[in-house]
């Protein structure tokens, strides 16, 4: 017979609780992220074609925007940790590296691309030669990262709608794992 030390149910659930939080911050981050990077990518199709002068007028509307960077960068600090938390919920971690690693291309992106585009034309404030292509290299990778972007989201939620089914107590493994649907539980 196993022996149960009751400082064990209150680590679990000292452990439990934690996961809630690092995943509600990363729901909460990526969703900041998310939602910034749909901006760009629904206003693209109405930017696109604007002759230098209007363009630059509409790309003030953008200053201060780099706090959402930033933001990003602490969502990948929370789907690490996140991902540490669930490891050994297979579903559950592989779908959370994927939104750690989709995240992550998304600020390759920005800064291999859009952030040298803000420094080329001054933060949008002057247009040099190459605008034009500065232009569609900003915008066509700023609806890459919101892509890329959407994926993490997505699979932040799948990471919590597929759930693992937890191993019996007695250390006894079923032959078969199916996922189940349910939202914010960790067991």
Same mark, same amino acid.
């Given at each position: +017979? &196993?022996?149960?030390? @009751?400082?064990?149910?209150?680590?679990?659930?000292?452990?439990?609780?934690?996961?809630?939080?690092?995943?509600?911050?990363?729901?909460?981050?990526?969703? *900041?992220?998310?939602?910034? /990077?749909?901006?760009?990518?629904?206003?693209? %199709? !109405?930017? =696109? /074609?604007?002759?230098? !002068?209007?363009?630059?007028?509409?790309?003030? =509307?953008?200053?201060?925007?780099?706090?959402?960077?930033? =933001?990003?960068?602490?969502? *990948?600090?929370?789907?690490? =940790?996140?991902?540490?938390?669930?490891?050994?919920? @297979? &579903?559950?971690?592989?779908?959370?590296?994927?939104?750690?690693?989709? +995240?992550?291309?998304?600020?390759?992106?920005?800064?291999?691309?859009?952030? %040298?585009?803000?420094?080329?034309?001054?933060?949008?404030? +002057?247009?040099?030669? !190459?605008?034009?292509?500065?232009? !569609?290299?900003?915008?066509?990778?700023?609806?890459?990262?919101?892509?890329?972007?959407?994926?993490?989201?997505?699979?932040?939620?799948?990471?919590?709608?597929?759930?693992?089914?937890? @191993? @019996?107590?007695?250390?006894?493994? &079923?032959?078969?794992?199916?996922?189940?649907?349910?939202? +914010?539980?960790?067991?």
């Amino acid at each position: +017979m &196993r022996r149960t030390d @009751p400082d064990d149910g209150v680590a679990r659930i000292g452990a439990v609780k934690a996961v809630r939080v690092v995943r509600f911050l990363s729901f909460l981050l990526v969703a *900041l992220t998310l939602g910034a /990077g749909l901006a760009h990518l629904f206003a693209l %199709p !109405n930017k =696109i /074609g604007l002759p230098g !002068n209007a363009y630059l007028t509409v790309q003030q =509307i953008y200053r201060g925007w780099l706090l959402l960077d930033l =933001i990003a960068l602490v969502a *990948l600090v929370a789907l690490g =940790i996140l991902a540490v938390q669930v490891r050994r919920r @297979p &579903r559950a971690f592989i779908l959370t590296l994927v939104a750690f690693v989709t +995240m992550a291309a998304a600020q390759a992106v920005f800064w291999s691309l859009s952030y %040298p585009a803000d420094q080329a034309t001054n933060g949008w404030t +002057m247009l040099p030669a !190459n605008w034009s292509v500065l232009r !569609n290299q900003w915008e066509y990778s700023h609806a890459a990262g919101a892509g890329l972007e959407l994926v993490a989201f997505v699979a932040l939620v799948a990471s919590v709608l597929l759930r693992d089914h937890a @191993p @019996p107590e007695d250390g006894h493994h &079923r032959k078969r794992h199916h996922a189940r649907l349910e939202f +914010m539980s960790v067991h």
